[in-house]
């Protein structure tokens, strides 16, 4: 779990305050800006501010571990049973999401709508893709 310190802090942190002024300038624009480009402008700073966040406090803890716990975090990682585990969860969790995009996307269908409908569909046909090449890989390496 080694990094640079610009990959582990800086650019975490440069994200942060770009997601909180980007949420901060949607507030103060809010009237001005269309919709459209407000919620985007929300929904980005949320997506920045999320990933920055969560990358920063992995830093934080990496660095409050002893080098026992980082062996014993790795042993957990490699660990059969643990990868067991992790792969029925995303077996498990593509199904639901799959199920919910499908749900969307009849709803888009029913209400009428033109383009969500076309972008939950883009959306269905690359979360299948997206299986299909990793059934791919995961074959190649089993």
Not at 99 to 119: C, E
Request: net charge positive; aromatic share 12%; charged share 15%.
């Amino acid at each position: 779990m080694k990094g640079t310190r610009i990959g582990n802090t800086y650019l975490p942190a440069f994200g942060l305050v770009a997601a909180v002024g980007l949420g901060v300038a949607a507030m103060i624009l809010g009237d001005q800006l269309a919709s459209s480009i407000s919620g985007l402008c929300f929904g980005l700073a949320g997506a920045v501010g999320g990933l920055s966040g969560s990358r920063l406090a992995m830093a934080h803890f990496d660095r409050t571990w002893t080098e026992e716990q980082r062996k014993e975090l790795e042993r957990a990682e490699r660990d059969e049973r643990n990868i067991a585990i992790r792969e029925k969860a995303a077996y498990s969790s593509w199904y639901w999401t799959l199920y919910l995009l499908w749900g969307v996307f009849f709803l888009t269908l029913i209400l009428g709508s033109g383009f969500p409908t076309a972008l939950v569909s883009v959306v269905i046909v690359l979360h299948c893709v997206f299986y299909m090449v990793n059934m791919n890989r995961w074959t190649k390496r089993l």
